[in-house]
Every structure is written in C-alpha cells, then in structure tokens.
C-alpha cells in the first residue's frame, strides 16, 4: 500500500463508521497490510487483495463483546448512534451492520456461545475514488 491509498482508505473508514478520529497506517512488518487506529489503540485491520486482477482492501475488526450488546459496544467505540445492527434472515450466527440506510458489512460469530464477533468489511478500489 501506497500513501494514496492509505490516505484515501483513511477518509473512506472515517466516513463509513462517522468517526473523524480514526486513523490508517502502515503495518510495518506487512507492507499489505495496514492497521486502523481510534486514540492510542489498534481496533482492526485491513489487507489489500489483489486476485483476479482487481485491487480491494478486506477490512477486520474483532469485537469482544456477545449479541445482547454489539450494537451499543459498536455506537460507543465510534460515537455514532446511526450504526445499527440488522438481522440476516433465517441466519442466528451472523448480522449485518448499517450507518444508517448504508450497508457496511456482515458480523459473524467467532464461537457457538456467541461471546465474540468479527466484522469482516469489502471496500472495492472504486469505493476509494471520492476520497
């Protein structure tokens, strides 16, 4: 990843979850990878993905917290009451997540208990263009 594309992966997360004080950089170990920052710590990951010819970005965060409180844990930690969380059909081990009428991507459970989830969130190279 380039400084481009950091700098606009940065104003697409910002603008995704509403929260101006998120920041994208660097791993230094991976030069694929970058980490997501709100304050002091890391809060996910995102990895370029160039297969098939087209360049997209997976981004992951993992959430320590059960299905009772993912859409309160989620409003807290980005300071956005318009993120909401959508059931998926029939489906009881995954959920979707908005900002508002915008689909960001799918929550699924990383155990049987439903203790812990992880985000998994696609952004496409021509999601980047208007940043």
């Avoid at 689909?103 to 952004?123: H, Y």
Wanted: no cysteine; charged share 30%; proline share 2%.
């Amino acid at each position: 990843m380039d400084k481009s594309e950091l700098r606009k992966l940065q104003g697409f997360v910002r603008h995704s979850f509403g929260n101006e004080d998120m920041r994208v950089g660097l791993d230094p170990k991976n030069t694929d990878a970058a980490g997501v920052q709100l304050g002091e710590r890391t809060i996910a990951s995102i990895t370029v993905d160039d297969e098939d010819g087209d360049r997209s970005f997976a981004l992951e965060l993992k959430i320590p917290v059960g299905r009772e409180t993912l859409q309160e844990y989620l409003q807290a930690l980005f300071e956005n009451k318009n993120l909401k969380i959508v059931a998926r059909g029939k489906k009881q081990d995954s959920v979707e997540l908005n900002n508002g009428p915008d689909f960001l991507g799918v929550i699924s459970a990383d155990d049987a208990r439903l203790s812990a989830f992880t985000l998994q969130m696609a952004i496409l190279d021509i999601d980047l263009d208007d940043f």
